[in-house]
């Protein structure tokens, strides 16, 4: 499985991105797909994921608001439209494939696409 994350890039605050995560070898029936976002001197965090089985998404609190997660099943792609910017989402955005909750709140993650970089600034 190879993941592609694009999208990423300068914006100002309150402003709106779209992450896209072209994913190949696979399709997004075969494994739940997600973001995660690691910000500068930060742990790695999840920020949303939506499920092989069904299709259906859930996002971090933090970000539910202002973040949304699509499938696009033709393309084989999964989307992450982040809206309303803040400062603090300043961060570098993974997609993951074959994501699995852990009973600690972590994630146990399968593959890992490479990063995007997403800068919010003034």
């Known amino acids: 499985v190879q993941l592609q994350a694009s999208g990423g890039g300068l914006v100002q605050p309150g402003g709106s991105l779209r992450l896209s995560c072209a994913v190949s070898g696979s399709t997004l029936d075969d494994y739940t797909i997600g973001w995660f976002r690691q910000a500068p001197g930060k742990e790695r965090e999840w920020v949303s994921c939506?499920?092989?089985?069904?299709?259906?998404?859930i996002t971090a609190d933090s970000v539910k608001d202002r973040f949304a997660i699509s499938r696009d099943s033709a393309e084989n792609m999964v989307h992450l439209q982040m809206n309303s910017l803040e400062l603090g989402d300043t961060a570098i955005y993974y997609c993951?494939?074959?994501?699995?909750?852990?009973?600690?709140?972590?994630?146990?993650?399968?593959?890992w696409g490479q990063g995007t970089l997403v800068t919010v600034s003034s």
């Open positions: 939506t499920s092989s089985s069904d299709g259906s998404t």
């Open positions: 993951a494939a074959q994501l699995r909750p852990l009973d600690d709140g972590n994630w146990l993650v399968g593959y």
